[in-house]
Structure formats: C-alpha cells, structure tokens
C-alpha cells in the first residue's frame, strides 16, 4: 500500500528528466549546425555615430561635412544630417591703453564659432 506522502518513485517521475537531457543535447546540436554571421551582418548591428564638427571657416566645414556624407553613401549606410547647431560668440572687452592712464576705452571683439 502507497501512502500519498510516500517517497515512492514510479517511472513516470524519470519521464521529465530524460525529456530534459534530451532537450539540452538537441539545443547543443542546433547550435552547432547554426550559420556563422557574417561581416555584413556585424556591421549593420553596429552602434550610431554621430560626430560634431567645429570651425571659424563655414566653407572648409560644409566641404568636411559633405566628404563625409559622401563616404558614407558610397558603403550604402544610413546617413541622418548634417544638423547645423547654432553660432557660437566669443565676445572679449580689452582695454585699449596699454598701461592703465588715460580714459577707460575699451576694444570690443568677437570670435564667431
């Protein structure tokens, strides 16, 4: 006579088991047989660049700018841009007297970024 609180295992309580060693060989197997990646494929998981590009010079800046855009269209990637940020000032007030006499005039200058 069985109790319902017995330690009895029964064939039934292995089925589990083997269906889970077998799982595991069938997955090891799979993964075997699974298709290398190729580079192609890596490259286009690759992460966003994105790249800021500063200077006093607008030209020279448009034609770095396009060069690149350029490249990147010729490896048929995904090009987003250029995005222009807005001009930066850097405005300095100098004394015009060298040695400190005279008036209080000032040369005010400004660098466009």
Do not use: Y
Not at 95 to 112: A, H, I, L, V
């Amino acid at each position: 006579k069985v109790r319902s609180g017995s330690r009895h295992r029964g064939p039934s309580d292995r089925a589990p088991q083997l269906t889970a060693v077998s799982a595991a060989k069938e997955q090891r197997q799979a993964m075997a047989t699974k298709p290398v990646k190729s580079l192609e494929a890596e490259e286009q998981r690759l992460h966003r660049i994105r790249i800021t590009l500063t200077s006093r010079n607008v030209k020279s800046l448009e034609k770095v700018c396009a060069d690149l855009i350029a490249g990147a269209r010729e490896k048929e990637l995904h090009v987003a841009g250029p995005v222009r940020l807005p001009t930066r000032h850097l405005r300095l007030c100098v004394r015009k007297s060298p040695n400190g006499e005279g008036t209080n005039t000032f040369d005010r200058w400004e660098m466009r970024i």
